[in-house]
């Protein structure tokens, strides 16, 4: 056939970096701190919900289309447990909806809100759906870029370029706090400016917090929260992240009425429904006590706080994350320039698999040097990754 088989709005799109680097940790038998995904399951009580649910025969069938109404009301308590004090809460019966992860939720959320043509601002570095979803909805996507502070050891918005980058065809802000692959965390400051400009401009943003419980300095806050949002706001979140059982992919979406009405629209001729007995599991670990939180906080903080040591003693410069499990490296001072070569090659030179920064911007060069590791693993491979790598540098 003369004609292309794939679409014009997914040429760009081939397989994602995930599994190309995943398939090369595997051939190589490296140390996979590419993908984030945990080496360790969740909790057991959680697993053993899961398992009791399907020898009960609850979701084996099809479960409802909004999700089953357990799973619904388990995540408006959770909202208005950790995020009640700011004003926050949700109808479970019309203002939450059950997806097949995050990634679908955005997905439905995009293909819903969006006319072809419309133009939607999202964070650079982007987590690389984002780009394939925006385009599959026919909008057109405007990034605009976090930069590293070597000062202060972080990425942070400019919000003049953000205010300069909307214009008369912009619908929709797609935000990420905690964000993924930086790390970092939207203060108070830049999300009430965030907040101010959807107002001001009449705009719908699409937010994803799927991060909402690994922040480790300050706090984070859901911007659904700020004056004027949450009517504007489609907040999304899931449990593969909070609960370390990415594979059963179960996601929600908190939004006012009419927002869930036009999601679930497209959501229903996507999946329709997934996960049914995932889904009473994941209703019980939202209930789960206040230590477990904290204690996933603490546990990952002390694994960042290994590899980043681990990364600064091979050579290169960490950018300290205050949240998600990523941690951004600058190659440049190990005397590299290209992430793509450096990450393809690092395999065979060290044993350890990362992610090349560059994959989640437009602007190829502004990601070149940055690298991006997940410290979501064991100790022990956090401790043996970082030894690998040292002997590369030194070597």
């Known amino acids: 056939m003369d004609r292309p088989l794939l679409n014009r709005r997914l040429a760009e799109f081939g397989t994602t970096i995930f599994a190309e680097m995943s398939a090369l940790a595997v051939r190589t038998g490296s140390l996979n701190l590419g993908q984030g995904f945990p080496d360790a399951d969740g ?17 084996n069938q099809y479960p409802p289309g909004p999700g089953i109404p357990e799973l619904r009301a388990a995540v408006a308590a959770h909202q208005e447990r950790f995020y ?7 109808d479970p ?6 997806t097949a992860g ?12 969006l006319e072809p043509g419309d133009e939607v601002i999202a964070l650079e570095p982007y987590y690389d759906s984002y780009a394939a979803c925006i385009a599959m909805a026919g909008g057109r996507r405007v990034p605009v870029t ?17 205010r300069d980058a909307i214009t008369d065809k912009t619908r929709l802000i797609l935000l990420n706090t905690p964000h993924n692959p930086t790390g970092t965390v939207l203060t108070h400051e830049e999300l009430s400016a965030v907040a101010r400009l959807a ?36 907040t999304i979140s899931s449990a593969g992240k909070t609960f370390s059982f990415t594979g059963w992919k179960v996601g929600w979406i908190t939004a006012p009425a009419e927002l869930v009405a036009a999601v679930r629209s497209a959501k229903q001729f996507l999946t329709y429904v ?22 996933l906080r603490d546990d990952l903080r002390t694994k960042r706080d290994v590899l980043a040591a681990g990364l600064t003693d091979a050579g290169f410069q960490v950018f300290r994350p205050t949240g998600t499990y990523f941690i951004t490296t600058d190659i440049r001072p190990l005397g590299e320039t290209d992430g793509f070569a450096f990450c393809r090659a690092l395999p065979e030179r060290a044993g350890v698999v990362a992610i090349p920064n560059a994959v989640f911007y437009d ?30 540098a030194s070597g």
């Open 43 to 59: 909790p057991e009580e959680v697993r053993e919900a899961a398992v009791r649910a399907l020898r009960d025969g609850r979701g």
């Open 84 to 90: 009640g004090h700011l004003g926050l809460s949700y």
């Open 93 to 98: 019966d019309t203002e939450v909806l059950v």
């Open 102 to 113: 995050a990634t679908e939720a955005i997905a439905a959320s995009l293909l819903a809100l």
């Open 146 to 162: 976090l930069r590293p502070h070597p000062e202060s050891g972080s990425y942070r918005l400019d919000l003049d370029e953000l």
């Open 199 to 234: 107002v001001e401009r009449d705009l719908l943003v699409v937010t994803d917090e799927v991060y909402e419980h690994l922040v480790f300095e300050g706090e984070h806050l859901p911007l659904a929260s700020f004056p004027g949002m949450r009517e504007r706001t489609v």
């Open 274 to 295: 997934s996960a049914g007995p995932f889904q009473y599991a994941v209703a019980e670990a939202l209930a789960l006590p206040d230590s477990y939180f904290t204690g």
């Open 363 to 392: 602007h190829k060069d502004e990601g070149s040097p940055f690298v991006r590791f997940a410290f979501c693993k064991s100790i022990e491979v956090l401790q043996e990754a970082a030894g690998r790598l040292k002997a590369l």
